[in-house]
T-cell receptor, first 117, second 111 residues
Framework: GAVVSQHPSRVICKSGTSVKIECRSL??????MFWYRQFPKQSLMLMAT?????????EQGVEKDKFLINHASLTLSTLTVTSAHPEDSSFYIC?????????????FGPGTRLTVL | RKEVEQDPGPFNVPEGATVAFNCTYS??????FFWYRQDCRKEPKLLMS???SGNEDGRFTAQLNRASQYISLLIRDSKLSDSATYLC????????????FGPGTRLSVLP
């Protein structure tokens, strides 16, 4: 199946710093990628849709100036958490849709665990 | 009402048991349905797609009832390795559409 990577897998930072998370589709092109956030014992919540060559679409309640998304190429989307605070500590996962012999499937990256001190 | 709802769980069952999970969705325009499993601190992995006629993959059987907007997953002969959170996932368009995740149902299979 298609492979999506994320980097870093884990990051610990001080409050007020910015953190960049990369999401790459390794063996296919992704004009669209999705960014999710998952708090402990909760389900994944969509934050934004990343579109190659155009602005990202943010879900209601997600601050676009705080969570900067750049879809620079057909294989790379980045999420930058600016001025991170402890409440931003979460598991961030990206995904990209691809055909897999049937209906379109979403392939997920392994996730990035962010801890803000 | 949430878009996708699932049994709250957790389900604690002995090895070899049969367990069923239920899921309901609110958007009647939903087109594609999936069950994903998520292990602790890992990303979700596709378990199986759910087709209108129902489908089976080994010990796993998925059913879809569009009229009732209801999806189910049956696991037979539970193994310890089945312990995970099971996520019901729905999409409203066939491509490029984000997945809407249910809250998940946690399963613990006990020796």
């Amino acid at each position: 199946g298609a492979v999506v990577s994320q980097h870093p897998s884990r990051v610990i930072c001080k409050s007020g710093t910015s953190v960049k998370i990369e999401c790459r589709s390794l063996d296919f092109q992704a004009t669209t990628m999705f960014w999710y956030r998952q708090f402990p014992k909760q389900s994944l919540m969509l934050m934004a849709t990343s579109n190659e060559g155009s602005k990202a679409t943010y879900e209601q309640g997600v601050e676009k100036d705080k969570f900067l998304i750049n879809h620079a190429s057909l294989t790379l989307s980045t999420l930058t958490v600016t001025s991170a605070h402890p409440e931003d500590s979460s598991f961030y996962i990206c995904s990209a849709p691809a055909l897999a012999g049937g209906p379109y499937e979403q392939f997920f990256g392994p996730g990035t665990r962010l801890t803000v001190l | 009402r949430k878009e996708v709802e699932q049994d709250p769980g957790p389900f604690n069952v002995p090895e070899g048991a049969t367990v069923a999970f239920n899921c309901t969705y609110s958007n009647s325009a939903s087109q594609s349905f999936f069950w994903y499993r998520q292990d602790c601190r890992k990303e979700p992995k596709l378990l199986m797609s759910v087709y209108s006629s129902g489908n089976e993959d080994g010990r796993f059987t998925a059913q879809l009832n569009r009229a009732s907007q209801y999806i189910s997953l049956l696991i037979r002969d539970s193994k310890l390795s089945d312990s995970a959170t099971y996520l019901c996932v729905v999409t409203s368009r066939s491509w490029g559409q984000n997945f809407v995740f249910g809250p998940g149902t946690r399963l613990s299979v006990l020796p």
